[in-house]
């Protein structure tokens, strides 16, 4: 069963950028739809990047779609979050995970939200967004 890693993270201003990776261990990342969620205290889960095996096939919910990008380094077995124009709002801790499939990895929800099929997931980082 994969393993996942998480570093990055940490205090951000508003309008930064942080960088979040995860590495993955146990099977090799590339064999694996990946994706990323967060949770702040009392909100529920946001599903944020998820990325099927094929290039390209990417999935961003409309809250931060061109702000974040999702990647992987299939050599590596790595995954990694770019999080660009951060706002006080994207304070969260942050966690990446592997997708199940079947069912398809990730849905887009009425267009506007992002759903996974969350197999494995991280211990999680806090990225805060402050001045």
């Known amino acids: 069963q994969v393993q996942l890693v998480e570093s990055g993270g940490g205090l951000a201003q508003p309008g930064g950028s942080l960088s979040l990776s995860c590495v993955a261990s146990?099977?090799?990342?590339?064999?694996?739809?990946i994706g990323w969620f967060r949770q702040a205290p009392g909100k529920v889960r946001e599903g944020i990047a998820c990325?099927?095996?094929?290039?390209?096939?990417?999935f961003y919910p409309d809250s931060v779609k061109g702000r974040i990008t999702i990647s992987r380094n299939n050599a590596k077995s790595t995954m990694t979050l770019q999080l660009n124009d951060l706002q006080a709002g994207d304070t969260a801790p942050y966690y990446c995970?592997?997708?199940?499939?079947?069912?398809?990895?990730?849905?887009?929800?009425?267009?506007?939200?992002?759903?996974?099929?969350?197999?494995?997931w991280s211990q999680g980082t806090l990225v805060t967004v402050s001045s």
């Open positions: 995970l592997t997708a199940q499939t079947p069912p398809p990895p990730c849905s887009m929800i009425g267009g506007t939200s992002l759903a996974m099929s969350i197999e494995v």
């Open positions: 146990g099977s090799p990342v590339g064999y694996h739809a």
């Open positions: 990325a099927g095996c094929a290039a390209g096939n990417t």
